[in-house]
């Protein structure tokens, strides 16, 4: 994502400095001993603006969400709508993807979103795609026996790349739709309208998705469960 350099950014960053863990390695293995009311964890990994996260947070109160962003700009308009939102149960790393097993134990996270990352066009940057191999060994690491990725796109190369990188893991796909706001609806017999995980992808757009939706694009959607070892 191309930003313009945010004015007094430090001074924002100081701002709503409650919301942003500068160490997040110290709560490796412990995040839900230190945010006792909740009594789950999950990641959405380039949450960008974060209108996602914090919409999300909002409708689920006992789940503690933690936005992963490497851009600083991005990530203080994220903390800022959390802290306005007086939001408890989000909080976020300024960091790059790579850093998840510092921050978070093997089996540590129920649910990780990657919504709308960058696709990263051709095959000599298709390793920086967050659906790419290096990536989804961290992700298999980091899930939970029952917890699972939750992947949306605007991008159909994406998401055949992405589909093709979760079967050849060893990741089983549940939901997968190419038209997430239509699936499930009287001309669609491919998902149940009554599948809960569907209900949620679509029910909180991103600041991207947003974009794209209203543009007519149709949006991929999939979860993946990482292998049984
Ligand atoms: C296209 S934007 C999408 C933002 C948001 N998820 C949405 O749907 O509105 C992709 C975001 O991922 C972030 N990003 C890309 N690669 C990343 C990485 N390796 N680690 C952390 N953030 C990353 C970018 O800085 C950018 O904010």
Known sequence: MRMRRKPNLMPRLANCSEYIIPAADAHCGAWLEVFSDCNELRAELGCGKGRFLSETARANPRVLFIGIERVA??????AERARDAGLRNV???????ACLPTVFAPRELSVIYINFCDPWQGKKRAKRRLTSDGYLALYKNALSPNGEIRFKTD????FDFSLERFDALGFTTGVVTRDLHRAGGDDDDTISPADTRLGEMRAVMTDYEEKFYSQ???????TAAPPRE
């Open 73 to 78: 700009d991005a990530a203080v308009v994220a």
């Open 91 to 97: 909080r976020f790393i300024i960091d790059d993807v």
């Open 155 to 158: 991008n159909t190369e994406l």
């Open 216 to 222: 007519g694009v149709r949006i991929c959607a999939c």
